[in-house]
């Protein structure tokens, strides 16, 4: 098995498994568990509370403690998030990519293990290489410890990971106004403690390049709290109105998803044109582009609501395609909605123009990892026989667009360059176990 870090191993960014792994901790001590006979992987290794991930990966931290160690939120509270970490097991064909968490177990409360373990240790970080176990555990663990930040701090990574509401932008801008606030207080003033909460930050939300974009450059420009967020609004409207321009001779226009730059390329192309339709995909399972569709409505345009499977019928009657963006990644492909790829497809075919708007602070820092995010699965179905997978974002190649528009015009490899090298300045990045991988969404074993 080669080293997390080697530069021999490469795997396909589609084929990796996301999984977390969180470090209870209790007097500088760390909880190491002995995994079953019963489980899947790494029988008799030792590991932290690990699982796969079928949700954001601070909520699915939560669910792996109340099942593996019997902890309530009350019983362990956050004292760490750790940047995406890539392990990879080249003897057995394993290829991982790991959130690391690190959790405080409050006075007075036990672990109560279930049939994934067979026995428990509570050990010193420094003394991890000297046990058996799962593979790259150190550097998953070097990742996230010791345990810094504030209850403030980690109150607002919480708020980030649970909001389902709003676009990346948004919670861009809240991830900037958490770290800004965490800055100031005493905690800010530990070794590193910064830049590891701008990581903790960037890595709540794994498909939203626009958060690690943003507290890259914050990192590089600790004074430009104002400027920043107005700097992101501007380029909003800046390309919004690049869109508007490319609609203008189009009568019907398809969207799909909720994208506020979108939202109001759309209205200005009413306010200019006073015609026109618009077809709204709902956007399952959250319904997304319901709510898109009402407020359009609400605004006078005339809309027409359609379920997702439609869009193919959708488009051959659409005089073009607008879409928004999460991210773009290192290997050039854009980050949206999970169904925009077969969208953007369907559309090369009948030769309907797919635009995208992506400002160009959602160009993600070359070598910070983008993955593609599930959501809780409940939000499709809630019965306990099926196991229901809910990614919410997919990837398509920025060549298939017929134009991608940023706030200063259409993308090109040469601004893409640019971008690029301004934030390989940051030191957001200069992490071991970070590399240029848009992580992929296969289907994990049934059985951590």
């Given at each position: 098995?080669?080293?997390?870090?080697s530069e021999?191993t490469?795997?396909?960014?589609?084929s990796r498994?996301?999984v977390?792994?969180?470090?209870l901790?209790?007097?500088e001590r760390v909880?190491?568990?002995?995994?079953s006979?019963r489980?899947?992987t790494?029988r008799?290794k030792?590991a932290?509370v690990?699982g796969?991930v079928?949700r954001v990966?601070?909520e699915q931290?939560y669910v792996?403690i109340?099942?593996e160690?019997?902890?309530?939120e009350g019983?362990a509270?956050?004292?760490?998030v750790?940047?995406?970490?890539?392990?990879d097991?080249?003897?057995?064909?394993?290829?991982w990519?790991?959130?690391p968490?690190?959790f405080?177990?409050?006075s007075?409360?036990e672990?109560?293990?279930n049939?994934e373990t067979?026995?428990?240790?509570?050990?010193?970080p420094?003394a991890?290489?000297?046990h058996?176990?799962v593979?790259?555990?150190?550097?998953?663990l070097?990742?996230?410890?010791p345990p810094?930040?504030s209850?403030?701090l980690w109150?607002?990574a919480r708020?980030?990971?649970?909001?389902r509401?709003?676009?990346s932008?948004?919670l861009?801008v809240?991830?900037?106004?958490?770290w800004w606030?965490?800055?100031?207080?005493?905690e800010a003033?530990?070794?590193?403690a910064?830049?590891?909460?701008?990581r903790?930050?960037?890595?709540?939300r794994?498909?939203?390049?626009?958060?690690?974009?943003?507290?890259a450059?914050?990192?590089?420009?600790?004074?430009?709290?104002t400027g920043?967020e107005?700097?992101?609004?501007d380029a909003?409207?800046a390309?919004?109105?690049l869109g508007?321009?490319h609609l203008?001779r189009?009568?019907r226009v398809?969207?799909?998803?909720a994208?506020?730059?979108?939202?109001r390329a759309l209205r200005?192309?009413?306010?200019?044109?006073?015609?026109?339709?618009v077809i709204?995909?709902?956007s399952?399972?959250k319904?997304?582009?319901?709510?898109?569709?009402?407020?359009?409505a609400?605004a006078?345009?005339?809309?027409?609501l359609i379920?997702d499977?439609?869009?193919?019928?959708?488009?051959?009657?659409a005089?073009a395609m607008l879409v928004?963006?999460?991210?773009?990644?290192d290997?050039?492909?854009?980050?949206n909605?999970?169904?925009?790829e077969v969208a953007?497809t369907?559309s090369?075919?009948l030769?309907?123009?797919?635009?995208?708007?992506?400002q160009?602070?959602k160009?993600?820092p070359?070598?910070?990892?983008?993955a593609?995010?599930?959501?809780?699965?409940?939000?499709?179905?809630?019965?306990?026989?099926v196991?229901?997978?809910?990614?919410?974002?997919?990837a398509t190649p920025?060549?298939?667009?017929?134009?991608?528009?940023?706030e200063s015009g259409?993308?090109t490899k040469?601004?893409?360059?640019?971008?690029?090298?301004d934030?390989a300045?940051?030191?957001?990045m200069l992490w071991e176990?970070?590399?240029?991988r848009?992580?992929g969404?296969e289907a994990?074993?049934t059985t951590?």
């Amino acid at each position: 098995m080669r080293s997390p870090r080697s530069e021999q191993t490469r795997v396909d960014a589609l084929s990796r498994t996301p999984v977390v792994t969180c470090f209870l901790e209790r007097k500088e001590r760390v909880l190491l568990l002995r995994r079953s006979d019963r489980v899947g992987t790494y029988r008799g290794k030792l590991a932290g509370v690990a699982g796969y991930v079928e949700r954001v990966p601070l909520e699915q931290a939560y669910v792996e403690i109340g099942e593996e160690v019997g902890l309530s939120e009350g019983d362990a509270r956050l004292e760490g998030v750790g940047p995406p970490t890539l392990v990879d097991d080249d003897e057995k064909g394993r290829h991982w990519i790991v959130y690391p968490f690190v959790f405080g177990l409050r006075s007075g409360r036990e672990v109560t293990t279930n049939w994934e373990t067979m026995e428990c240790r509570w050990i010193r970080p420094e003394a991890l290489g000297e046990h058996d176990t799962v593979p790259g555990l150190e550097a998953v663990l070097r990742a996230v410890w010791p345990p810094f930040g504030s209850a403030r701090l980690w109150r607002a990574a919480r708020r980030i990971a649970q909001d389902r509401v709003s676009g990346s932008t948004h919670l861009a801008v809240e991830a900037l106004r958490a770290w800004w606030g965490f800055a100031r207080t005493r905690e800010a003033y530990a070794p590193d403690a910064r830049l590891r909460a701008a990581r903790a930050l960037a890595a709540l939300r794994p498909s939203m390049g626009v958060i690690a974009h943003a507290l890259a450059v914050a990192l590089m420009h600790p004074d430009a709290e104002t400027g920043l967020e107005q700097s992101m609004a501007d380029a909003a409207t800046a390309c919004a109105m690049l869109g508007t321009k490319h609609l203008l001779r189009a009568r019907r226009v398809v969207t799909y998803s909720a994208s506020s730059v979108c939202e109001r390329a759309l209205r200005t192309w009413h306010a200019l044109t006073g015609e026109g339709e618009v077809i709204v995909a709902e956007s399952r399972p959250k319904l997304e582009g319901t709510a898109l569709a009402e407020r359009l409505a609400k605004a006078g345009l005339r809309v027409r609501l359609i379920t997702d499977a439609q869009i193919g019928l959708a488009l051959r009657e659409a005089d073009a395609m607008l879409v928004g963006a999460d991210a773009i990644t290192d290997d050039d492909r854009l980050v949206n909605k999970v169904g925009t790829e077969v969208a953007v497809t369907v559309s090369r075919q009948l030769g309907v123009p797919a635009y995208a708007l992506c400002q160009t602070h959602k160009i993600a820092p070359p070598g910070w990892l983008i993955a593609l995010e599930r959501q809780e699965p409940t939000d499709v179905h809630d019965a306990s026989d099926v196991r229901v997978q809910n990614i919410a974002f997919d990837a398509t190649p920025l060549s298939w667009f017929t134009q991608v528009f940023t706030e200063s015009g259409p993308l090109t490899k040469r601004r893409l360059r640019e971008v690029r090298a301004d934030l390989a300045q940051s030191p957001l990045m200069l992490w071991e176990g970070l590399q240029p991988r848009t992580v992929g969404a296969e289907a994990p074993p049934t059985t951590a």
